[in-house]
């Protein structure tokens, strides 16, 4: 089944990791594009995970994952080493309807990272759905490839241009208009 691409602000979500180790930093890493509001449980935590964690003024909670520990927060990433334990937690969740992400149990994960690009308010992502992340990684890396260097500023170009404009089909045509120069300029360059 594939995953259903829903973009989603976690402004004001609680996130909530289980696990510190290599794959822990990885999800991290890109969490962080997003928020801060990010807390750790793990009785080891690598010193990536600790690093990001006390650059980030992070919450870390070095110690093993204790029930119900997932009722505090709005997202849950499991990258804990044990198996049972990640069914634990996903047994225990469903009834609260949390959001999970596994990462050895894909076929219960509730969403996916997928490969992400971020550049100022512009997110690419895309998913294979656990079908083959490394085919999503190099498909992510041709579109980071072809951007152009200014996505952030031709962004925020179009962003005053919008507000300038009343709605309706002029400034959606403006707008149009407008993002089909500036892609066609950045290929130029």
Same mark, same amino acid.
């Given at each position: 089944?594939?995953?259903?691409?829903?973009?989603?602000?976690l402004?004001?979500k609680?996130?909530?990791?289980?696990g510190g180790g290599?794959?822990?930093?990885?999800?991290l890493?890109?969490?962080?594009?997003?928020t801060?509001?990010?807390?750790?449980?793990?009785?080891?935590?690598?010193?990536?995970?600790?690093?990001?964690?006390r650059?980030?003024?992070?919450?870390?909670?070095?110690?093993e994952?204790?029930?119900g520990?997932?009722?505090? #927060?709005?997202? $849950?990433?499991?990258?804990?080493n044990?198996?049972? !334990?990640?069914?634990?937690?996903y *047994? %225990?969740?469903?009834?609260?309807?949390?959001?999970?992400?596994?990462?050895?149990?894909?076929?219960?994960?509730?969403?996916s990272?997928?490969s992400?690009?971020?550049?100022?308010?512009?997110?690419?992502?895309?998913?294979?759905?656990?079908?083959?992340?490394? #085919?999503?990684? $190099?498909?992510?890396?041709r579109?980071?490839?072809? !951007?152009g260097?200014?996505?952030? *500023? %031709?962004?925020?170009?179009l962003a005053?241009?919008?507000?300038?404009?009343p709605?309706?089909?002029e400034?959606m045509?403006a707008?149009k208009d407008?993002s089909?120069?500036?892609?066609?300029?950045?290929?130029?360059?």
């Open positions: 089944m594939s995953f259903f691409p829903l973009f989603v602000s402004e004001d609680r996130v909530v990791l289980v290599e794959v822990a930093s990885t999800k890493s890109v969490l962080l594009k997003f801060k509001n990010i807390a750790i449980i793990s009785p080891k935590i690598s010193q990536k995970v600790a690093d990001l964690a650059e980030n003024n992070l919450i870390c909670h070095q110690r994952y204790e029930s520990d997932f009722a505090f #927060y709005d997202l $849950v990433v499991v990258t804990a044990s198996l049972p !334990l990640q069914r634990f937690i *047994e %225990e969740s469903r009834p609260y309807r949390v959001f999970c992400n596994f990462a050895d149990l894909v076929d219960l994960n509730d969403f990272f997928g992400i690009i971020k550049r100022g308010d512009l997110v690419v992502g895309v998913s294979t759905s656990g079908s083959s992340p490394s #085919y999503a990684k $190099v498909i992510k890396d579109i980071d490839e072809a !951007l260097e200014s996505v952030e *500023e %031709e962004l925020e170009s005053t241009l919008r507000h300038s404009m709605k309706g089909k400034r045509e707008l407008a089909s120069k500036l892609i066609t300029n950045s290929k130029k360059g």
